[in-house]
């Protein structure tokens, strides 16, 4: 299949604002762009029309294969959003004969007996993609978020965005504002969220740990919540995070993985996902500042070019053979050592670091799988309509690749 014509004949806003400020790390974007449907292709489930847990690439007599294993809620859900901004025929030659809309409804239908992150993707995939409604699981999105019961942040930030898509469709209110509140009374001082967002719960060992994905997506639901409620407070706290993320990047542009609620610091900083890099980290940043908050672009950029000039090994992480971008850097340690070492001495005080580390676990290690999350991210991130803002100096709508 063939989605250069596309793609890459028409670039988005994102993607010019993008070559702009590093025309190297918007090509790469566009490469990764045009053939993302065929790495979503190589995870598709076509008797389930759901996606696999990851696709992995295992080296044989025969050279590299592809094996997908497992299968995962979220993932068909966050494929519908990405894939929902190609054109038809291009979601159906990788969905063999499906649309992003039918992969939203389907997500929809097996989210409910999930749990609660399936259920809020899929409820915004419905919203979005198909302008449905999904009562049933708002209903219990909604009980959700008014109950005390612990809830993971990235469930929390998703249920906002959901309610917030949805809220043209139906009753949404109460929903965004429980969800904002949670998320306002977790965040740290130094603008870091914990992994779980429950108030009046126990502290442990860990309990002072958030992971990068733990910090974008409460950004991008704050930052969507303050322009769909006007709430300034919102916004302040999504500069916070992303205020917090950027002093802490990498000097290649590396998005560290675990960070200290109490202080801000980094906790850990490997593995370093790819999917950090080209998609997650641009959905939140683009988000962010379209709603009127303070402009990253400059550290979305240097991350996105960490993709191509990463320091830590000397592998392309882009296979361009079957579309996809291998998973992460990481350590070289048995099991997750780094993380338990890492945590356990700041837990005794914020700030500490182990010295010899990076030499006794080097991060050399690339991790040869591709999770179907990265690739719909990458979509959805980069070829969303703008935020509208009023009064906010905008690019143009559409270039041609190369003028």
Not at 96 to 108: C, I, P, S, Y
Not at 128 to 157: C, I, K, Q, W
Request: some cysteine.
């Amino acid at each position: 299949m063939s989605t250069e014509a596309s793609v890459a004949a028409t670039w988005s806003d994102r993607l010019v604002s993008l070559d702009h400020l590093d025309p190297i790390g918007a090509e790469l974007v566009g490469r990764l762009l045009t053939r993302a449907p065929e790495g979503l292709a190589a995870a598709y489930l076509p008797e389930s029309g759901g996606f696999a847990q990851t696709v992995r690439g295992h080296v044989g007599e025969f050279g590299l294969t592809l094996h997908r294993e497992g299968s995962n809620v979220r993932y068909a859900a966050m494929v519908a959003l990405g894939l929902a901004h190609l054109p038809l025929h291009e979601q159906r030659d990788a969905l063999e004969g499906r649309t992003a809309g039918e992969v939203a409804r389907l997500a929809t239908r097996h989210a409910l007996r999930a749990d609660s992150g399936a259920m809020a993707l899929a409820a915004w995939a419905d919203a979005e993609v198909n302008g449905h409604f999904a009562e049933s699981l708002f209903l219990m999105l909604g009980r959700m978020a008014a109950s005390p019961a612990p809830l993971a942040t990235v469930d929390t930030a998703w249920l906002v965005i959901a309610g917030i898509a949805a809220a043209r469709l139906g009753d949404t209110e109460a929903l965004v504002e429980h969800g904002c509140r949670r998320l306002l009374a977790q965040q740290g001082a130094g603008g870091i969220f914990p992994h779980v967002v429950a108030p009046g719960r126990h502290p442990s060992w860990r309990s002072h740990v958030g992971s990068f994905a733990d910090q974008v997506y409460p950004v991008q639901a704050l930052a969507r919540a303050a322009l769909h409620t006007g709430e300034e407070r919102l916004l302040a706290a999504a500069n916070r995070t992303a205020d917090r993320l950027c002093t802490n990047q990498g000097t290649a542009g590396q998005w560290w993985w675990h960070y200290d609620v109490r202080d801000g610091s980094v906790v850990e900083r490997y593995p370093v996902y790819s999917a950090h890099q080209h998609a997650m980290a641009p959905m939140a940043i683009l988000d962010l500042y379209e709603a009127g908050g303070h402009d990253h672009r400059e550290h979305l950029a240097s991350g996105v070019r960490w993709l191509a000039e990463h320091p830590e090994v000397p592998e392309d992480l882009v296979c361009g053979r079957f579309g996809l971008v291998w998973r992460k850097v990481g350590r070289r340690e048995p099991g997750k050592a780094a993380r338990v070492v890492a945590t356990t001495a700041t837990s005794l005080r914020p700030g500490v670091h182990v010295p010899g580390l990076d030499r006794a676990l080097p991060p050399i290690r690339v991790d040869h799988e591709c999770r179907p999350y990265e690739l719909a991210w990458l979509l959805h991130a980069w070829l969303s309509t703008p935020l509208a803002v009023p009064g906010t100096p905008r690019p143009s709508a559409l270039r041609t690749a190369g003028s």
